[in-house]
């Protein structure tokens, strides 16, 4: 199996890149392809890529990663409309919109393949803990942004605690087909070891199991039950 991680060297804010490691782990015969900011990525000439991967990154790289990916806009869009796995975290989904509306009215143009928009604040910071579900898989994890996006999206996890894409809906990140955008940062299969058995038979592998199963287990059911407390505040 290939993993192709896009930018690493800009795109790994929040420890992004052990999600991949943590695949490497679980699966073990997994390729990683890192591709840089000035190489041609290796999905724009090939098919056999079981994931493709993008984490979080400054604001600057952001217009970095434009300049970088969007000459490959329409292969992106054939591999999505034929099933192609993504995995895009943080505010790299914000690159698969049309802008980014920034406070002092400029825009950023964006890829434009999702009817969606986001708002940029640079003076609010929203950071907060997350709970969600994807089909019957309860989904951790936590937040931390300048934006939120608007627009219209089928969203990739039905929020039971915190915000979704904005906080005027219930839906987090964007799902179309196998594209998985979300804003959740960081570790996020470490944090939800069914979503990532989920992930890895989408990547071909079958009766997944993840690393270290029975410690990622307890950790995940004791950070749900915390999560879930109504006490917790969300927001920090």
């Known amino acids: 199996m290939k993993v192709e991680v896009l930018y690493p060297e800009v795109c790994n804010l929040y420890g992004d890149l052990m999600n991949i490691e943590y695949l490497k782990r679980s699966a073990g015969d997994i390729e990683i392809i890192d591709t840089s900011l000035k190489?041609?990525?290796?999905?724009?000439?090939?098919?056999?890529?079981?994931?493709?991967?993008?984490?979080?990154?400054?604001?600057?790289?952001?217009?970095?990663?434009l300049k970088a990916l969007s000459p490959y806009k329409e292969r992106i869009v054939s591999l999505i409309d034929a099933g192609q796995l993504f995995r895009i975290t943080g505010n790299a989904l914000e690159l698969?919109?049309?802008?980014?509306?920034?406070?002092?009215?400029?825009?950023?143009?964006?890829?434009?393949?999702?009817?969606?928009?986001?708002?940029?604040n640079m003076l609010e910071r929203y950071n907060s803990l997350y709970v969600g579900k994807f089909k019957d898989i309860d989904i951790v994890g936590f937040k931390s942004q300048f934006t939120h996006s608007y627009g219209e999206f089928d969203g990739l996890f039905e929020t039971v605690r915190g915000d979704g894409l904005n906080p005027g809906t219930k839906s987090e990140g964007i799902l179309k087909n196998n594209f998985f955008g979300t804003y959740i940062?960081?570790?996020?299969?470490?944090?939800?070891?069914?979503?990532?058995?989920f992930i890895l038979e989408l990547m071909g592998v079958k009766g997944a199991t993840v690393a270290y199963e029975e410690a990622a287990m307890d950790v995940y059911t004791h950070r749900f039950e915390e999560?879930?407390?109504?006490?917790?505040?969300?927001?920090?």
Not at 44 to 63: C, W
Not at 185 to 197: A, E, H, M, S, V
Not at 227 to 236: K, N, S
């Open 96 to 120: 698969f919109g049309e802008y980014i509306e920034c406070e002092d009215g400029k825009k950023i143009e964006c890829m434009g393949i999702f009817k969606t928009h986001a708002v940029r």
């Open 185 to 197: 940062i960081g570790p996020l299969l470490i944090l939800n070891p069914p979503f990532t058995k």
């Open 39 to 65: 190489s041609v990525p290796y999905f724009a000439g090939h098919d056999d890529v079981s994931l493709i991967y993008m984490g979080t990154m400054t604001e600057r790289s952001q217009e970095l990663v």
């Open 227 to 236: 999560f879930m407390q109504p006490t917790r505040g969300l927001t920090y």
